[in-house]
Each structure stands twice: as structure tokens, then as C-alpha cells.
């Protein structure tokens, strides 16, 4: 079955950049759509960016927008947050999730997968 694996998650000062992973397994990548999102302590779950199959159609969320970059590289099986000028409240553990049909939503119903998470603290 596909899997999904994070890393990259860390600690970093504000202003500091980090770049996730996502690693898929099981299944080529350009069979999904991929999203990201995010969950910090006491908060709900909130949907970050979104990359489609050929990587020609990305979204992001207004508080990441200018700051955030989403690729992908279907030959590597991964997909790529890169985090720019993070801030404190970034802070979460991300996730990333995989659908089959296409389209970039912020549902995490609509994903059919889920990775175990990563954890970012953005703190001085």
C-alpha cells in the first residue's frame, strides 16, 4: 500500500529557513496529488499547500503565501515544503497527505493517505 514518510523537521530561529520531505512509497508519486498541512498544539489541523500530478497547479494557504514553496520530483518519489522566514507561529508538527483524484483541496478527507508527521519549532 502507499506510504508516506516526512523529515526534515527541526528546530530553527525565526526568520530561518527549513525544507521538508515527503517520500512516497509503494506507488509512483505521479499518481497522487499532494498536500501538506499542519497541527499545532491545542489547534486544528489547517491545510498549507497543495501540489498537483505533473506539479503544474500549486496552492498555499494566506499565512504561508510568499514564504512557503511546494515542488516535486516524480523521479525521487518526493515532495518537497521548502519554509522560508518562518515565524513562531509555524510552529506544528506537518504532515503530509496523498489523493487520487486530482485536484488540490484542503480537506483532509478527500486524502486517501497520511504520513506520521514531522515537527517544526520555529523559537529563539
Known amino acids: 500500500q502507499l506510504q508516506l514518510v516526512e523529515s526534515g523537521g527541526g528546530l530553527v530561529q525565526p526568520g530561518g529557513s527549513l525544507r521538508l520531505s515527503c517520500a512516497v512509497s509503494g506507488f509512483a508519486l505521479n499518481y497522487y496529488t499532494i498536500g501538506w498541512f499542519r497541527q499545532a498544539p491545542g489547534k486544528e489541523r489547517e491545510g498549507v499547500s497543495c501540489i498537483s500530478k505533473s506539479g503544474g497547479n500549486t496552492i498555499y494557504a494566506d499565512s504561508v503565501k510568499g514564504r512557503f514553496t511546494i515542488s516535486r520530483d516524480n523521479a525521487k518519489n518526493t515532495v518537497y515544503l521548502q519554509m522560508n522566514s518562518l515565524k513562531p507561529e509555524d510552529t506544528a508538527v506537518y504532515y503530509c497527505?496523498?489523493?487520487?483524484?486530482?485536484?488540490?483541496?484542503?480537506?483532509?478527507?478527500?486524502?486517501?493517505?497520511w504520513g506520521q508527521g514531522t515537527q517544526v519549532t520555529v523559537s529563539s
Open positions: 497527505a496523498a489523493r487520487v483524484p486530482p485536484g488540490c483541496f484542503y480537506v483532509g478527507s478527500y486524502y486517501d493517505a
